[in-house]
């Protein structure tokens, strides 16, 4: 199965924030301009499943409109991790010891007591191994730079805390709006942690 991986518009969201799991907007003159640009290069009668944040839904459900796409299903398994009390916080106002604990122990720290990198891979795992016993050919999926990170480290076949280590480590370059195709051939078992 082909998954066709969007990351979302930049959120309305000064630079610096940490927003993980906040329902941010998309200004309306950026989500125009990424449905536009996708919708030149987007197949057509797909399924389009997006994650149930404004910044995936919005975008999600206008391409799933204008493609057309076969089917349109938000899924909470996609939403980007759960920062707690660190959401919406500017990340150099977070105390330097929370963040250093955090890369210390990036799968099973729960930064601001909000989600780890390990129960985020947990749900997005269940979600793929959920979609590929759908068999389709082809999806599109509008999600997260966290999703499509772990959507990917989930191709090695690794258990879940390595692939939770597999993601989290370094920094990414996704690019908002970017599209990333990942290919499963068959499908992946991810042993239990």
Same mark, same amino acid.
């Given at each position: 199965m082909k998954l066709i991986l969007v990351r979302h518009p930049a959120p309305d969201v000064a630079s610096g924030i940490c927003y993980g799991s906040s329902d941010v907007a998309v200004a309306p003159h950026i989500l125009a301009a990424a449905r536009a640009s996708l919708l030149a290069s987007l197949p057509a009668n797909l399924p389009v499943y997006s994650s149930p944040l404004?910044?995936?839904?919005?975008? /999600?459900?206008?391409?799933?409109?204008?493609?057309p796409a076969s089917q349109f299903i938000q899924d909470a398994r996609l939403a980007e991790m759960d920062f707690g009390d660190w959401e919406l916080r500017a990340w150099?106002?977070? !105390?330097?010891?929370e963040i250093d604990a955090w890369a210390f122990d990036l799968a099973h720290y729960r930064p %601001? %007591?909000? *989600?780890? =990198?390990?129960?985020?891979?947990?749900? =997005? !795992? /269940?979600?793929?191994? *959920?979609?590929?016993? *759908?068999?389709? !050919?082809? =999806?599109?999926v509008i999600c997260h730079a966290g999703t499509i990170r772990l959507l990917s480290a989930l191709q090695a076949g690794l258990p879940l805390a390595e692939t939770a280590l597999l993601a989290a480590s370094g920094a990414h370059k996704i690019a908002y709006g970017a599209v990333v195709t990942l290919d499963f051939q068959r499908p992946i078992v991810t042993p239990a942690i």
């Open positions: 404004w910044r995936c839904a919005g975008l /999600a459900q206008a391409l799933a409109r204008d493609l150099q106002d977070i !105390a330097r010891g %601001g %007591g909000g *989600e780890n =990198v390990l129960a985020m891979a947990t749900r =997005v !795992a /269940a979600f793929l191994d *959920e979609l590929l016993r *759908e068999q389709h !050919a082809a =999806v599109i």
